[in-house]
């Protein structure tokens, strides 16, 4: 599905990442770990596309990013659900609007998929802040918005960085389990954070690898949890 060869990426002539080899298998759940700025976001990045490594090779779906055009990336891209750090919405839409914008773009008859929105939008506990503005919610129903948007296409992947990372650990708990619940339905699973309590809490829900990052190398950090 994703696949890491030898990778390394370089900012600034200096390497934030080196070879990094990594093969993502249909429906395994990984977290990804490692200090602030030890590149986890980067690597995610490398994931889906949004940059081209600096030397080895990143292929998606089979094919070299390096060989992909733009129109093959935004293809690539709707089978990857990504959930950013920081939540961006256009906060003059509605949350259901903002988790229905990938259907948009992609020019699905969004009447036809009102159903399974609602659905969706119930799924992750906003039924009733559908209708309201992003600033107006908290940031654990900005996450929540935000892991329905990146699935709204039914990816077979799904990377979210730091997730959890501005909520409490009731609400972290409960995005957890989301995500888990995805990977039974056989999505693949990423999740980058630095909240070890958060990997520990799903020891007994999920068989995970545990990945850290540390000196610009990607390690195991333990057996299946």
């Known amino acids: 599905m994703i696949e890491l060869e030898n990778v390394a990426y370089s900012y600034g002539g200096g390497d934030l990442l080196s070879n990094i080899s990594l093969e993502l298998q249909p429906g395994s759940f990984h977290f990804l770990t490692g200090p602030s700025g030890a590149g986890k976001t980067t690597f995610l990045k490398l994931c889906y596309g949004a940059l081209t490594p600096t ?17 093959d990336i935004a293809l690539a891209r709707r089978r990857i659900g990504v959930v950013h750090q920081d939540c961006r919405f256009l906060d003059h839409m509605s949350v259901a609007d903002n988790i229905a914008l990938p259907l948009m773009v992609s020019g699905r008859d969004l009447l036809g998929e009102s159903a399974n929105l609602k659905e969706l939008v119930a799924w992750v506990g906003l039924s009733e802040r559908a209708k309201a503005l992003p600033p107006e919610l908290s940031g654990g129903e900005r996450q929540r918005a935000a892991l329905a948007r990146a699935v709204i296409m039914s990816p077979d992947v799904v990377l979210a960085d730091e997730p959890t990372g501005n909520v409490d650990w009731e609400m972290s708990q409960r995005l957890l389990r989301l995500l888990i619940e995805l990977n039974r339905m056989g999505k693949t699973i990423m999740i980058a954070t ?16 545990v990945l850290r990052i540390a000196n610009r190398r990607l390690q195991l950090a333990g057996a299946d949890l």
């Not at 630095?194 to 690898?209: E, M, N, T």
């Open 194 to 209: 630095h909240d070890l309590a958060l990997i520990r809490s799903a020891k007994a829900h999920v068989q995970a690898r």
């Open 55 to 71: 030397s080895g090779t990143a292929r998606l779906f089979g094919t070299d990013r390096r060989e992909m055009q733009r129109d």
